[in-house]
Structure formats: C-alpha cells, structure tokens
C-alpha cells in the first residue's frame, strides 16, 4: 500500500462519523445549567471527536452558564413570563434558515419540543432529511405543578403529533421507553441513557471538614437534595417528608445543593436547613459525597443524572418510583422507590436508613457498583448509531 493510501485509510479509521452532519436543535443548550443540556454537550464533543459536523440551534444570552461545545447559532427567543432564567425560542429566522441551508445537514436532531423544533422538523421533511428527536423531560407532568393538571391530555396530544412527525426517538432510561411507546409518540424509540463522570462522583470525595464547615456534626445524619430549586422537582413533597420526620423526632440534617426561582420558598419550608446554592466540578461531588443519602422524590426526569450521582458516590437513594429512578434504583437493594406523593412512606424510608446505617452502608455500596455500568462514550455511540441507522435507510 503506498504511504498516501495508508494515510488515507488511517485518517477514516480515526474518524469514524466523517461525512455525518448534524444540526441540533434545543431550547436551552448552555443558558442555564441542567441535566439535558450538560448532556447534550457530552453527545456533542463526542460526535466532532469522532469527525463529525454539527452545529447546535439555541437561544442565546450573553452570559452562560457554561461555554458551549462547537459551534452555536443563536435563534430569536424571549425571557419566559414568571420564568425568566428560560427562554422560549421564537422561530427559525432568514439568517438562521439561511445558515441550515449552508450546512446542508443529513440529520436534525430536535431536543425540545418548541416552536422552533416543529419548524426545524418541518425543514427537515420538506428535504427529505432524517429527524432524530431526544426526549429529556415529562413536560405532560409539568401542569401539576402549577395547578392546572386538567391540561396534561392536551399536552400529551400536542406532544404525540410532534414526535410522530419524527423519523426516530431516543429516551434516557427503559422506562421512558416504555412509557413514550405506551402514550404512542413513536414506534421507533431506542435508548440514550446518561453516564457519570467517575473522576467527580465517587465515595473518596467526602469530606468531613466541609460538612463542619457548614455546621454539621461528623454523627448527624444528612438527607440531601440535588437539583433545580423549581416547584416541579417536588420540593413541596421534600418539605412535607422531612417535616414528618421531625414529627416524629427522627434526627436528621437536611443539605440543599442547587439555585432556582423556589429557594427563598424552600428555604421558608425547610426550617434548619442548609443551603449551599449552585456547586460545579469537584465542588458538587464534595458536596454529594458529604451527604448520607439522596432523596429525590421528583417525577418530571427522564433519566435522573442527579440519582446516578449519588449512587456513584455509594449513597442510598430514596426516589418516586417514576420513570429515570425505576431504571437506576434497584428497590431494597440500592435504594428505596416510594409511590410519587406518598409522603408518609417517603418519611418510612428515610427513617429507615437514618435509623439502621448498616443498611445505608449495604445499598450506597450496591449503587455504587450499578453506577459502574454508565461510561459515557458508549452511551453516546449509541445516538451515533441511530444517526447512521436513519441515514440507511434512507438509502
């Protein structure tokens, strides 16, 4: 072989997605920090390092939460009423249709069902270009929240002709498999679960010093919360649960790990508590090490990174048994999964492991070999493979 071919052939072989050109398309891509978007982050420095072409779609501000991977095209958007850390993107504008007309992509991939995501798969169809969308929230559970529960029909509707209109779904855990496939968004529905990032999350990042630090004695036990400070993680069913443990006089610390528009109402309903607001890097594995256990009693996830967190630092967990947690947390093994709402029996399972550490001990050690099993490049393999598998069969 002549040393110009060889090089050739080396080059293809180092990069395996060379010729794949995707355009993301998501609401929130790196404004403010969450679970999804981290995610999506991951998937896409994962695809340029192995040669891929992408460029992500979002609103923009001019300070971030974090710096984006590759390149951001910014789309009009506006500050959300009564929400205005989000943004709610506007529309696929001339200058935005213009530069997904250069790229020319062979896949769009939809990460929020917006208006601009309906545009960007309206795009993609009129071409002839494959649609892949990513599921990463329960936005049908979103009204509970906010007292208008008699509007999840119509928006399980709204979001059944949305996702139908794509070629292909991916969804972070088995259950949200099932349960799309149930609600009948899409009969192609394949698996992008989540990894942890073992060199952050891991049991030797405790640190007692810290805890002191913040007023908490070395024999207090610690029941944490990790997370957005957003009524719909169920921060009003946390509140209830803990004042039923100081009813009946379990001794406990509470620990608050996040930022949100609900702290000064989580704070006014969790007397004692402590509250460390945003942590990043190997401050927020200090500070999830340094609980005893997590409990998240939250039934909007999909996935659930703050769960596989706390598990990777050998910590029990106590979850609703909703989608995410029912695919991570093994019940009475590495954690106890509770009927959403049931605060009495949230109560009954954090008193459990407050009250027995052995048994703390035996299911934080149980999760931290189940969170072994999430290495993140091939978990981002597998949208890779579902992105070529589309672009197969359409020949």
Same mark, same amino acid.
């Given at each position: 072989?002549?040393?110009?071919?060889?090089?050739?052939?080396?080059?293809?072989?180092?990069?395996?997605?060379?010729?794949?050109?995707?355009?993301?398309?998501?609401?929130?891509?790196?404004?403010?920090?969450?679970?999804?978007?981290?995610?999506?982050?991951?998937?896409?420095?994962?695809?340029?390092?192995?040669?891929?072409?992408?460029?992500?779609?979002?609103?923009?501000?001019?300070?971030?939460?974090?710096?984006?991977?590759?390149?951001?095209?910014?789309?009009?958007?506006?500050?959300?009423?009564?929400?205005?850390?989000?943004?709610?993107?506007?529309?696929?504008?001339?200058?935005?249709?213009?530069?997904?007309?250069?790229?020319?992509?062979?896949?769009?991939?939809?990460?929020?069902?917006?208006?601009?995501?309906?545009?960007?798969?309206?795009?993609?169809?009129?071409?002839?270009?494959?649609?892949?969308?990513?599921?990463?929230?329960?936005?049908?559970?979103?009204?509970?929240?906010?007292?208008?529960?008699?509007?999840?029909?119509?928006?399980?509707?709204?979001?059944?002709?949305?996702?139908?209109?794509?070629?292909?779904?991916?969804?972070?855990?088995?259950?949200?498999?099932?349960?799309?496939?149930?609600?009948?968004?899409?009969?192609?529905?394949?698996?992008?679960?989540?990894?942890?990032?073992?060199?952050?999350?891991?049991?030797?990042?405790?640190?007692?010093?810290?805890?002191?630090?913040?007023?908490?004695?070395?024999?207090?036990?610690?029941?944490?919360?990790?997370?957005?400070?957003?009524?719909?993680?169920?921060?009003?069913?946390?509140? =209830?649960?803990? %004042?039923? /443990?100081?009813?009946?006089?379990? !001794?406990?610390?509470?620990?608050?790990? &996040? $930022?949100?528009? @609900? #702290?000064?109402?989580?704070?006014?309903?969790?007397?004692?508590?402590?509250?460390?607001?945003?942590?990043?890097?190997?401050?927020?594995?200090?500070?999830?090490?340094?609980?005893?256990?997590?409990?998240?009693?939250?039934?909007?996830?999909?996935?659930?990174?703050?769960?596989?967190?706390?598990?990777?630092?050998?910590?029990?967990?106590?979850?609703?048994?909703?989608?995410?947690?029912?695919?991570?947390?093994?019940?009475?093994?590495?954690?106890?999964?509770?009927?959403?709402?049931?605060?009495?029996?949230?109560?009954? =399972?954090?008193? %459990?492991? /407050?009250?027995?550490?052995?048994? !703390?001990?035996?299911?934080?050690?149980? &999760? $931290?070999?189940? @969170? #072994?099993?999430?290495?993140?490049?091939?978990?981002?393999?597998?949208?890779?493979?579902?992105?070529?598998?589309?672009?197969?069969?359409?020949?």
């Amino acid at each position: 072989m002549s040393q110009t071919a060889a090089s050739t052939t080396e080059a293809a072989s180092d990069a395996p997605l060379q010729g794949l050109r995707v355009a993301l398309f998501s609401g929130n891509y790196n404004y403010v920090r969450d679970g999804a978007n981290q995610a999506l982050n991951r998937l896409v420095g994962y695809l340029l390092r192995q040669g891929a072409d992408v460029r992500t779609y979002s609103p923009t501000v001019d300070k971030p939460a974090f710096e984006a991977t590759g390149p951001l095209i910014s789309v009009p958007s506006f500050a959300i009423p009564g929400r205005a850390e989000y943004r709610f993107p506007l529309a696929l504008s001339p200058a935005v249709r213009a530069n997904l007309e250069e790229f020319a992509p062979n896949i769009v991939h939809v990460a929020s069902p917006d208006v601009v995501g309906h545009r960007a798969v309206s795009w993609a169809r009129d071409r002839d270009v494959a649609v892949l969308a990513s599921v990463h929230t329960r936005f049908e559970t979103y009204p509970r929240y906010y007292n208008m529960a008699f509007l999840e029909p119509l928006v399980v509707k709204m979001l059944r002709r949305f996702y139908n209109r794509c070629d292909a779904l991916v969804a972070p855990s088995e259950s949200m498999v099932r349960v799309l496939k149930e609600q009948g968004m899409n009969d192609d529905v394949s698996l992008w679960t989540r990894g942890v990032d073992r060199d952050v999350f891991h049991p030797g990042a405790r640190d007692m010093e810290w805890r002191k630090s913040l007023g908490i004695a070395n024999d207090e036990k610690v029941v944490g919360f990790l997370g957005r400070l957003v009524m719909e993680k169920g921060l009003d069913v946390f509140a =209830a649960t803990i %004042a039923r /443990l100081r009813e009946r006089g379990v !001794a406990h610390r509470v620990l608050v790990i &996040g $930022e949100g528009p @609900a #702290r000064s109402w989580f704070e006014e309903n969790l007397p004692g508590g402590v509250f460390v607001g945003h942590q990043s890097g190997a401050d927020l594995g200090r500070a999830v090490a340094s609980m005893d256990m997590l409990f998240n009693p939250s039934i909007t996830e999909t996935f659930g990174n703050v769960t596989l967190e706390a598990m990777a630092c050998e910590l029990p967990v106590v979850a609703a048994a909703a989608t995410g947690s029912e695919s991570l947390v093994a019940d009475g093994v590495s954690g106890a999964l509770v009927r959403p709402g049931d605060v009495t029996a949230f109560a009954d =399972a954090l008193e %459990a492991y /407050l009250t027995d550490p052995a048994l !703390a001990r035996a299911h934080g050690k149980a &999760g $931290e070999m189940r @969170a #072994r099993d999430f290495a993140w490049d091939t978990i981002n393999q597998a949208v890779a493979d579902t992105y070529q598998r589309l672009l197969e069969e359409r020949g």
